[in-house]
Protein backbone atom coordinates (compact mmCIF):
# COMPACT_ATOMS: atom_id res chain seq x y z
CA UNK A 1 0.00 0.00 0.00
CA UNK A 2 1.16 3.47 -0.81
CA UNK A 3 2.21 5.90 1.73
CA UNK A 4 0.21 8.82 2.11
CA UNK A 5 0.15 12.24 -0.08
CA UNK A 6 2.32 14.78 1.91
CA UNK A 7 0.71 17.95 1.82
CA UNK A 8 2.65 21.51 3.63
CA UNK A 9 -0.42 23.36 5.11
CA UNK A 10 1.60 26.65 4.99
CA UNK A 11 2.27 26.00 1.06
CA UNK A 12 -0.69 25.42 -0.10
CA UNK A 13 -2.26 28.46 1.70
CA UNK A 14 0.41 30.71 0.21
CA UNK A 15 -0.27 29.77 -3.28
CA UNK A 16 -4.20 29.42 -2.43
CA UNK A 17 -3.78 33.48 -1.60
CA UNK A 18 -1.67 33.84 -4.59
CA UNK A 19 -3.71 32.62 -7.33
CA UNK A 20 -7.00 32.12 -6.27
CA UNK A 21 -9.83 34.82 -5.97
CA UNK A 22 -12.08 34.24 -3.03
CA UNK A 23 -15.81 35.59 -2.23
CA UNK A 24 -15.18 36.28 1.20
CA UNK A 25 -11.90 36.53 3.59
CA UNK A 26 -12.13 35.44 6.81
CA UNK A 27 -9.62 34.32 10.31
CA UNK A 28 -9.40 30.42 9.60
CA UNK A 29 -10.35 30.65 5.86
CA UNK A 30 -9.66 28.85 3.75
CA UNK A 31 -8.81 25.98 5.60
CA UNK A 32 -6.34 23.08 3.35
CA UNK A 33 -8.33 20.06 3.13
CA UNK A 34 -6.85 17.12 2.00
CA UNK A 35 -9.14 14.72 2.95
CA UNK A 36 -12.94 13.86 3.49
CA UNK A 37 -14.83 11.07 5.30
CA UNK A 38 -18.15 10.55 6.57
CA UNK A 39 -19.05 14.03 8.63
CA UNK A 40 -15.26 14.19 8.73
CA UNK A 41 -12.79 16.42 7.11
CA UNK A 42 -8.88 16.60 7.56
CA UNK A 43 -6.63 19.53 7.08
CA UNK A 44 -3.17 19.52 5.43
CA UNK A 45 -1.59 19.53 9.04
CA UNK A 46 -3.52 16.84 10.07
CA UNK A 47 -6.06 18.32 12.06
CA UNK A 48 -9.76 16.37 11.83
CA UNK A 49 -12.98 18.65 11.82
CA UNK A 50 -16.41 17.32 12.49
CA UNK A 51 -18.27 19.30 8.86
CA UNK A 52 -21.74 21.62 10.06
CA UNK A 53 -21.68 22.74 6.30
CA UNK A 54 -21.84 19.18 4.41
CA UNK A 55 -19.11 20.94 1.79
CA UNK A 56 -21.59 23.43 1.22
CA UNK A 57 -24.56 20.98 1.74
CA UNK A 58 -23.77 18.56 -0.77
CA UNK A 59 -22.16 15.48 1.05
CA UNK A 60 -25.65 14.26 1.77
CA UNK A 61 -24.64 10.71 3.12
CA UNK A 62 -21.15 12.00 4.03
CA UNK A 63 -18.02 12.50 2.64
CA UNK A 64 -16.25 9.92 -0.15
CA UNK A 65 -19.39 7.56 0.13
CA UNK A 66 -18.06 3.90 -1.23
CA UNK A 67 -21.42 3.32 -3.17
CA UNK A 68 -21.28 7.01 -4.61
CA UNK A 69 -17.68 7.10 -5.47
CA UNK A 70 -18.08 3.33 -6.78
CA UNK A 71 -20.61 4.49 -9.12
CA UNK A 72 -18.88 7.25 -10.35
CA UNK A 73 -15.43 5.89 -11.32
CA UNK A 74 -17.21 2.74 -13.02
CA UNK A 75 -19.36 5.30 -15.05
CA UNK A 76 -15.05 6.78 -15.91
CA UNK A 77 -14.62 3.61 -17.51
CA UNK A 78 -17.49 3.96 -19.73
CA UNK A 79 -18.26 7.47 -21.01
CA UNK A 80 -17.59 10.91 -18.98
CA UNK A 81 -19.25 13.46 -20.98
CA UNK A 82 -21.26 13.87 -24.60
CA UNK A 83 -22.84 16.52 -26.37
CA UNK A 84 -26.40 17.86 -24.81
CA UNK A 85 -27.71 17.05 -28.44
CA UNK A 86 -27.46 12.98 -27.14
CA UNK A 87 -27.65 11.20 -24.28
CA UNK A 88 -26.38 8.50 -21.73
CA UNK A 89 -27.45 5.63 -19.66
CA UNK A 90 -26.87 6.93 -16.52
CA UNK A 91 -28.81 10.53 -17.35
CA UNK A 92 -31.99 8.75 -18.94
CA UNK A 93 -31.76 6.81 -15.02
CA UNK A 94 -31.63 9.30 -12.90
CA UNK A 95 -34.22 11.31 -14.71
CA UNK A 96 -36.28 8.33 -14.59
CA UNK A 97 -36.09 8.29 -10.52
CA UNK A 98 -36.02 12.44 -10.02
CA UNK A 99 -39.36 11.87 -12.04
CA UNK A 100 -40.60 9.21 -9.37
CA UNK A 101 -39.38 10.88 -6.47
CA UNK A 102 -40.49 14.25 -6.46
CA UNK A 103 -44.02 15.42 -7.16
CA UNK A 104 -46.45 14.09 -9.22
CA UNK A 105 -46.92 17.35 -10.47
CA UNK A 106 -43.53 17.33 -12.36
CA UNK A 107 -42.33 14.93 -15.15
CA UNK A 108 -40.11 16.21 -17.27
CA UNK A 109 -36.00 17.34 -16.42
CA UNK A 110 -33.70 19.94 -17.87
CA UNK A 111 -30.04 19.27 -16.16
CA UNK A 112 -27.80 22.13 -15.66
CA UNK A 113 -24.66 22.47 -13.74
CA UNK A 114 -25.47 23.74 -10.55
CA UNK A 115 -28.23 25.68 -8.32
CA UNK A 116 -27.88 29.34 -9.73
CA UNK A 117 -28.41 28.05 -13.42
CA UNK A 118 -31.82 25.63 -12.40
CA UNK A 119 -33.08 28.97 -11.15
CA UNK A 120 -32.07 30.83 -14.45
CA UNK A 121 -34.24 28.10 -16.68
CA UNK A 122 -36.85 27.81 -14.30
CA UNK A 123 -37.67 31.86 -14.61
CA UNK A 124 -37.10 31.34 -18.30
CA UNK A 125 -39.73 28.13 -18.42
CA UNK A 126 -42.32 30.46 -16.57
CA UNK A 127 -42.10 33.17 -18.30
CA UNK A 128 -41.80 31.28 -21.74
CA UNK A 129 -44.73 29.30 -20.60
CA UNK A 130 -46.72 32.18 -19.43
CA UNK A 131 -46.13 35.25 -21.72
CA UNK A 132 -45.60 37.08 -18.51
CA UNK A 133 -42.58 38.77 -17.25
CA UNK A 134 -42.71 39.38 -13.65
CA UNK A 135 -41.69 37.12 -10.78
CA UNK A 136 -42.90 37.14 -6.85
CA UNK A 137 -40.82 35.63 -3.98
CA UNK A 138 -40.19 35.43 -0.56
CA UNK A 139 -38.06 38.29 1.27
CA UNK A 140 -34.96 36.67 2.59
CA UNK A 141 -35.25 34.18 0.05
CA UNK A 142 -32.44 32.75 -1.71
CA UNK A 143 -31.54 31.28 -5.15
CA UNK A 144 -28.32 31.95 -6.33
CA UNK A 145 -26.04 34.09 -7.47
CA UNK A 146 -25.93 34.98 -11.10
CA UNK A 147 -27.91 37.91 -12.40
CA UNK A 148 -31.02 36.62 -12.70
CA UNK A 149 -31.11 34.33 -9.63
CA UNK A 150 -29.58 37.31 -7.89
CA UNK A 151 -32.79 39.79 -8.48
CA UNK A 152 -35.06 36.96 -6.59
CA UNK A 153 -32.39 37.15 -3.36
CA UNK A 154 -33.68 39.00 -0.76
CA UNK A 155 -30.30 40.29 0.99
CA UNK A 156 -29.88 43.86 -0.58
CA UNK A 157 -26.10 42.85 0.16
CA UNK A 158 -25.77 39.72 -2.27
CA UNK A 159 -27.86 41.87 -5.28
CA UNK A 160 -24.83 44.70 -4.84
CA UNK A 161 -22.67 42.43 -5.61
CA UNK A 162 -23.91 42.95 -8.82
CA UNK A 163 -22.52 46.70 -9.36
CA UNK A 164 -26.26 47.28 -11.65
CA UNK A 165 -29.56 47.41 -11.13
CA UNK A 166 -31.14 44.43 -11.76
CA UNK A 167 -34.45 45.42 -12.85
CA UNK A 168 -37.53 45.44 -11.22
CA UNK A 169 -39.16 42.18 -12.39
CA UNK A 170 -39.06 40.65 -9.31
CA UNK A 171 -40.74 41.88 -6.36
CA UNK A 172 -41.26 40.17 -2.75
CA UNK A 173 -44.09 39.90 -0.28
CA UNK A 174 -43.00 38.78 3.47
CA UNK A 175 -41.48 36.05 4.89
CA UNK A 176 -43.05 34.15 7.81
CA UNK A 177 -40.28 34.85 10.19
CA UNK A 178 -42.12 34.22 13.47
CA UNK A 179 -39.34 34.74 15.29
CA UNK A 180 -39.04 38.30 14.55
CA UNK A 181 -42.69 39.07 13.19
CA UNK A 182 -43.93 42.60 13.34
CA UNK A 183 -47.78 41.40 12.90
CA UNK A 184 -49.30 42.00 16.98
CA UNK A 185 -52.00 39.79 16.15
CA UNK A 186 -51.91 36.74 14.13
CA UNK A 187 -48.57 37.08 11.88
CA UNK A 188 -49.44 34.01 9.57
CA UNK A 189 -53.00 36.32 8.68
CA UNK A 190 -51.66 39.05 8.76
CA UNK A 191 -48.35 38.68 6.38
CA UNK A 192 -50.46 36.81 4.09
CA UNK A 193 -53.22 39.21 3.76
CA UNK A 194 -50.20 41.62 2.60
CA UNK A 195 -48.93 39.07 0.00
CA UNK A 196 -52.49 38.68 -0.93
CA UNK A 197 -52.68 42.48 -1.68
CA UNK A 198 -49.06 42.87 -3.16
CA UNK A 199 -50.06 39.74 -5.95
CA UNK A 200 -52.84 41.74 -6.88
CA UNK A 201 -51.36 44.62 -8.23
CA UNK A 202 -49.50 43.23 -10.69
CA UNK A 203 -52.16 40.64 -12.36
CA UNK A 204 -51.55 41.05 -15.89
CA UNK A 205 -47.85 40.67 -15.50
CA UNK A 206 -47.09 38.07 -12.66
CA UNK A 207 -45.58 34.65 -14.32
CA UNK A 208 -44.87 33.10 -11.01
CA UNK A 209 -44.81 32.53 -7.00
CA UNK A 210 -41.12 31.53 -6.22
CA UNK A 211 -40.12 30.02 -2.94
CA UNK A 212 -37.94 27.94 -0.74
CA UNK A 213 -40.06 25.31 1.13
CA UNK A 214 -38.05 26.06 4.21
CA UNK A 215 -35.44 29.12 3.56
CA UNK A 216 -32.22 27.91 3.55
CA UNK A 217 -30.51 31.29 4.88
CA UNK A 218 -31.41 31.44 8.21
CA UNK A 219 -33.68 27.87 8.53
CA UNK A 220 -37.19 29.56 8.72
CA UNK A 221 -39.78 27.45 8.05
CA UNK A 222 -43.43 28.35 7.18
CA UNK A 223 -46.12 26.62 8.45
CA UNK A 224 -48.46 23.70 6.94
CA UNK A 225 -50.61 26.22 7.63
CA UNK A 226 -48.86 29.11 6.19
CA UNK A 227 -48.15 27.10 2.87
CA UNK A 228 -51.75 26.17 2.24
CA UNK A 229 -52.88 29.55 2.20
CA UNK A 230 -50.18 31.09 0.50
CA UNK A 231 -50.71 27.85 -2.23
CA UNK A 232 -54.86 29.60 -2.28
CA UNK A 233 -53.09 32.80 -2.90
CA UNK A 234 -50.94 32.05 -5.60
CA UNK A 235 -53.47 30.42 -7.49
CA UNK A 236 -56.02 32.77 -7.15
CA UNK A 237 -54.00 35.27 -8.80
CA UNK A 238 -52.78 32.46 -11.53
CA UNK A 239 -49.40 32.09 -10.62
CA UNK A 240 -47.40 29.12 -11.66
CA UNK A 241 -45.51 27.92 -8.50
CA UNK A 242 -41.82 27.31 -8.49
CA UNK A 243 -40.43 25.50 -5.64
CA UNK A 244 -36.53 26.17 -5.00
CA UNK A 245 -35.38 22.84 -3.79
CA UNK A 246 -31.52 23.36 -4.13
CA UNK A 247 -30.72 23.36 -0.72
CA UNK A 248 -33.88 21.68 1.01
CA UNK A 249 -34.05 18.87 -1.21
CA UNK A 250 -32.49 15.15 -1.23
CA UNK A 251 -33.61 14.33 2.29
CA UNK A 252 -32.27 17.62 3.95
CA UNK A 253 -35.26 18.45 5.45
CA UNK A 254 -36.06 14.68 6.54
CA UNK A 255 -38.29 13.67 3.55
CA UNK A 256 -36.62 13.48 0.44
CA UNK A 257 -38.12 16.57 -0.89
CA UNK A 258 -39.64 19.76 1.59
CA UNK A 259 -42.93 19.42 -0.93
CA UNK A 260 -43.64 16.44 0.54
CA UNK A 261 -43.62 18.21 4.10
CA UNK A 262 -46.83 20.33 3.04
CA UNK A 263 -48.14 18.30 0.17
CA UNK A 264 -46.91 21.47 -2.33
CA UNK A 265 -47.67 20.64 -6.44
CA UNK A 266 -45.36 22.64 -7.95
CA UNK A 267 -44.87 23.42 -11.52
CA UNK A 268 -41.48 24.15 -11.97
CA UNK A 269 -39.03 22.71 -9.21
CA UNK A 270 -35.03 23.19 -8.84
CA UNK A 271 -32.58 20.70 -7.19
CA UNK A 272 -28.90 20.60 -7.11
CA UNK A 273 -26.25 21.10 -4.27
CA UNK A 274 -26.38 17.19 -3.17
CA UNK A 275 -28.07 15.82 -6.81
CA UNK A 276 -24.62 14.48 -7.44
CA UNK A 277 -23.21 13.30 -4.28
CA UNK A 278 -20.51 15.25 -4.16
CA UNK A 279 -19.19 14.29 -7.55
CA UNK A 280 -19.07 17.06 -10.24
CA UNK A 281 -21.61 19.73 -10.64
CA UNK A 282 -25.49 18.91 -11.32
CA UNK A 283 -28.48 20.61 -10.97
CA UNK A 284 -31.80 20.48 -12.38
CA UNK A 285 -34.90 21.52 -13.05
CA UNK A 286 -38.16 18.98 -12.98
CA UNK A 287 -40.98 20.58 -14.98
CA UNK A 288 -44.96 19.78 -15.44
CA UNK A 289 -44.87 18.64 -19.13
CA UNK A 290 -47.45 20.80 -20.33
CA UNK A 291 -45.34 24.17 -18.86
CA UNK A 292 -41.88 22.74 -20.78
CA UNK A 293 -43.31 21.19 -24.00
CA UNK A 294 -42.58 24.37 -26.09
CA UNK A 295 -39.77 25.65 -24.10
CA UNK A 296 -36.79 26.32 -26.01
CA UNK A 297 -33.65 27.01 -24.42
CA UNK A 298 -31.73 27.93 -27.02
CA UNK A 299 -29.04 26.07 -26.75
CA UNK A 300 -27.69 23.51 -23.34
CA UNK A 301 -24.88 24.29 -20.55
CA UNK A 302 -22.03 22.45 -21.90
CA UNK A 303 -21.33 20.17 -18.51
CA UNK A 304 -24.93 19.56 -18.06
CA UNK A 305 -25.97 16.25 -17.42
CA UNK A 306 -22.83 15.05 -17.28
CA UNK A 307 -22.63 11.14 -17.46
CA UNK A 308 -20.16 10.63 -14.67
CA UNK A 309 -22.55 13.16 -11.82
CA UNK A 310 -25.79 11.53 -13.62
CA UNK A 311 -23.87 8.53 -12.16
CA UNK A 312 -22.75 9.24 -8.41
CA UNK A 313 -25.70 11.28 -7.66
CA UNK A 314 -28.38 7.61 -9.12
CA UNK A 315 -26.26 5.90 -6.52
CA UNK A 316 -26.93 8.54 -4.09
CA UNK A 317 -30.70 8.63 -4.20
CA UNK A 318 -30.47 4.57 -3.70
CA UNK A 319 -28.34 5.05 -0.60
CA UNK A 320 -30.45 8.04 0.36
CA UNK A 321 -33.63 5.35 -0.04
CA UNK A 322 -31.71 1.96 1.55
CA UNK A 323 -30.32 3.15 4.51
CA UNK A 324 -33.52 5.51 5.20
CA UNK A 325 -31.39 8.07 5.56
CA UNK A 326 -33.92 10.87 5.30
CA UNK A 327 -35.53 9.31 8.27
CA UNK A 328 -32.28 9.49 10.22
CA UNK A 329 -32.42 13.18 9.30
CA UNK A 330 -35.71 14.03 10.97
CA UNK A 331 -34.57 12.14 13.87
CA UNK A 332 -31.71 14.06 14.25
CA UNK A 333 -33.14 17.55 13.84
CA UNK A 334 -35.16 16.43 16.76
CA UNK A 335 -32.21 15.31 19.22
CA UNK A 336 -30.27 18.52 17.45
CA UNK A 337 -32.67 20.69 18.65
CA UNK A 338 -33.04 19.22 22.39
CA UNK A 339 -29.32 18.71 23.12
CA UNK A 340 -28.62 22.63 22.36
CA UNK A 341 -32.00 23.64 24.22
CA UNK A 342 -30.79 21.74 27.41
CA UNK A 343 -27.47 23.88 27.28
CA UNK A 344 -30.29 26.60 28.26
CA UNK A 345 -27.88 29.31 27.18
CA UNK A 346 -28.61 33.13 27.34
CA UNK A 347 -27.61 33.58 24.24
CA UNK A 348 -30.16 30.78 22.63
CA UNK A 349 -32.47 33.27 20.86
CA UNK A 350 -34.17 30.04 18.96
CA UNK A 351 -33.55 26.76 17.50
CA UNK A 352 -34.48 25.80 13.80
CA UNK A 353 -34.11 22.52 12.56
CA UNK A 354 -36.64 21.10 9.76
CA UNK A 355 -34.95 17.90 9.79
CA UNK A 356 -30.75 18.96 9.48
CA UNK A 357 -31.71 22.64 7.83
CA UNK A 358 -31.51 25.12 10.34
CA UNK A 359 -29.66 26.50 12.97
CA UNK A 360 -29.30 28.42 16.34
CA UNK A 361 -30.33 31.80 16.20
CA UNK A 362 -28.12 33.66 18.88
CA UNK A 363 -29.02 36.77 21.10
CA UNK A 364 -27.56 39.50 23.63
CA UNK A 365 -31.06 39.18 25.61
CA UNK A 366 -33.81 36.76 25.22
CA UNK A 367 -36.57 39.46 26.24
CA UNK A 368 -35.62 42.31 24.10
CA UNK A 369 -33.81 39.59 21.05
CA UNK A 370 -31.18 41.93 20.01
CA UNK A 371 -29.36 39.88 18.11
CA UNK A 372 -25.33 38.53 19.58
CA UNK A 373 -22.82 41.52 18.32
CA UNK A 374 -20.59 40.77 14.95
CA UNK A 375 -17.27 40.62 17.75
CA UNK A 376 -18.65 38.27 19.93
CA UNK A 377 -20.16 35.99 17.14
CA UNK A 378 -16.87 35.77 15.78
CA UNK A 379 -15.08 34.85 19.31
CA UNK A 380 -17.92 32.26 19.32
CA UNK A 381 -17.01 31.07 15.58
CA UNK A 382 -13.19 30.88 15.91
CA UNK A 383 -13.67 28.80 19.56
CA UNK A 384 -15.62 26.10 17.69
CA UNK A 385 -12.84 26.34 14.67
CA UNK A 386 -10.05 25.81 17.60
CA UNK A 387 -12.22 22.50 18.92
CA UNK A 388 -12.63 21.14 15.21
CA UNK A 389 -16.27 22.21 14.04
CA UNK A 390 -16.95 23.66 11.04
CA UNK A 391 -19.79 25.99 10.45
CA UNK A 392 -20.95 29.22 9.18
CA UNK A 393 -23.24 32.23 9.93
CA UNK A 394 -26.29 32.63 8.52
CA UNK A 395 -29.74 34.30 8.65
CA UNK A 396 -31.59 37.63 8.23
CA UNK A 397 -29.66 39.45 10.63
CA UNK A 398 -26.22 37.52 10.20
CA UNK A 399 -26.85 35.62 13.78
CA UNK A 400 -27.86 32.15 13.47
CA UNK A 401 -25.03 29.33 14.02
CA UNK A 402 -26.05 27.41 10.46
CA UNK A 403 -25.97 23.88 11.35
CA UNK A 404 -26.06 21.62 8.50
CA UNK A 405 -24.18 18.53 8.53
CA UNK A 406 -24.33 15.24 6.51
CA UNK A 407 -27.24 13.59 6.78
CA UNK A 408 -25.53 10.53 8.45
CA UNK A 409 -24.20 12.55 11.92
CA UNK A 410 -24.81 10.43 14.65
CA UNK A 411 -25.50 11.50 18.23
CA UNK A 412 -22.53 11.15 19.66
CA UNK A 413 -21.17 13.85 17.17
CA UNK A 414 -24.17 16.38 17.80
CA UNK A 415 -23.00 15.81 21.86
CA UNK A 416 -19.68 16.89 20.35
CA UNK A 417 -20.68 19.92 19.30
CA UNK A 418 -23.03 20.67 22.09
CA UNK A 419 -20.28 20.59 24.16
CA UNK A 420 -17.86 22.73 21.95
CA UNK A 421 -21.13 25.22 21.80
CA UNK A 422 -21.09 25.51 25.70
CA UNK A 423 -17.31 26.71 25.62
CA UNK A 424 -17.75 28.91 23.08
CA UNK A 425 -20.87 31.06 24.44
CA UNK A 426 -18.56 30.95 27.75
CA UNK A 427 -15.77 32.64 25.50
CA UNK A 428 -18.50 34.60 24.20
CA UNK A 429 -19.30 36.05 27.39
CA UNK A 430 -15.60 36.58 28.82
CA UNK A 431 -14.42 38.21 25.50
Known amino acids: MSEPTQYD ?27 AKGCYVTSADGKSYLDFTSGYFVNQAGH ?12 LHEVSQVSGRHT ?12 QITP ?3 DKCFFTTGGSESTEFALKLARHHSGKTDIACLDNGFHGLSLGALAAVGSEKYRLTAGVPLGDYVYRVPTPYCYRCEHVDDCETQCLDEADVTLATRPKTTAAFMAEPVQSVGGICPSEKWWSRMDGIRKKHGLLLILDEIQTGMGRTGTMFAAERFGLEPDIMMTAKGLSGGVGS ?18 T ?41 ALDDPYVGDIRFTGLLGGVEMVIDRATKEPLTKPKISVIQDSLHEDGMLITVSGPLGNVLRLQPPLVITRKEIDSFVAALRVAFDKGRTA
Open 64 to 75: SHPKVIAAATAQ
Open 9 to 35: HADLLARDDKYILRPWSKVNEPLPIVK
Open 88 to 99: TPPLVNLAEKLV
Open 301 to 341: PTNGGNAISAAAGLALINVLEEEKIPQHCAEMGVYFTEAVA
Open 104 to 106: KSV
Open 282 to 299: MGAVVVRAEVGEKFFAGT
